[in-house]
């Protein structure tokens, strides 16, 4: 028999409204296009979208992809102000690497600079990146230096 199998997921589908109330539609239209069993209220919110009842809400935040690349954003200006001698954020760096504007680079770390607590989490990810870097680097100028030395040794008859 080739029954599809039944699968839920309240969280799923929560999030999907929840995301929706405040404009963003990519998480219920995913669920959609996708096999996903819909929640009542997915159903009758898209009846609502649909019948054209429903308008997106004024001032929504940002969709979830633009969150997740703003996170992204600030992750790496923060580990570039970190890694930077002078402390800089490598503002032109970082916006060519996600293609964005250094504007947009300083805008997303005055709010990480304004807001600490919230990005408490980002900050410790960031400082396990430093200290991952800085072993490496570390190491290899300790292998470089040892290489040195016993190229010297070998040249010496």
Same mark, same amino acid.
């Given at each position: 028999?080739?029954?599809?199998?039944?699968?839920?997921? =309240?969280?799923? $589908?929560?999030?999907?409204?929840?995301?929706?109330?405040?404009?963003?539609?990519?998480?219920?239209?995913?669920?959609?296009?996708?096999?996903?069993?819909?929640?009542? *209220?997915?159903?009758? &919110?898209?009846? *609502?979208?649909? $019948?054209?009842?429903?308008?997106?809400? =004024?001032?929504?935040?940002?969709?979830?992809? =633009?969150? &997740?690349?703003? *996170? *992204?954003?600030?992750?790496?200006?923060?580990?570039?102000?970190?890694? @930077?001698?002078? $402390?800089?954020?490598?503002?032109?760096?970082?916006?060519?690497?996600?293609?964005?504007?250094? #504007?947009?680079?300083?805008?997303?770390?005055?709010?990480? @600079?304004? @807001?600490?607590? !919230?990005?408490?989490?980002?900050? #410790?990810?960031?400082?396990?990146?430093?200290?991952?870097?800085? !072993?490496?680097?570390? #190491?290899?100028? #300790?292998?470089?230096?040892?290489?040195?030395?016993? $190229?010297?040794?070998?040249? @010496?008859?």
């Amino acid at each position: 028999m080739n029954e599809k199998s039944f699968e839920f997921s =309240a969280l799923e $589908g929560s999030t999907s409204l929840s995301r929706a109330r405040i404009g963003d539609l990519s998480i219920i239209i995913e669920r959609l296009r996708s096999d996903a069993t819909l929640l009542i *209220e997915e159903r009758i &919110l898209i009846a *609502e979208i649909l $019948g054209g009842d429903w308008t997106r809400p =004024a001032n929504r935040p940002p969709a979830l992809d =633009a969150e &997740l690349r703003n *996170e *992204e954003i600030k992750e790496d200006a923060l580990l570039n102000r970190a890694l @930077d001698p002078k $402390g800089r954020p490598g503002a032109t760096r970082v916006a060519h690497a996600h293609r964005c504007s250094p #504007k947009w680079v300083y805008k997303l770390l005055a709010d990480v @600079d304004a @807001d600490p607590k !919230s990005h408490a989490a980002m900050h #410790k990810r960031v400082g396990q990146k430093v200290a991952l870097y800085q !072993s490496i680097m570390a #190491k290899l100028a #300790k292998e470089a230096v040892q290489d040195a030395h016993d $190229g010297v040794a070998a040249a @010496d008859p």
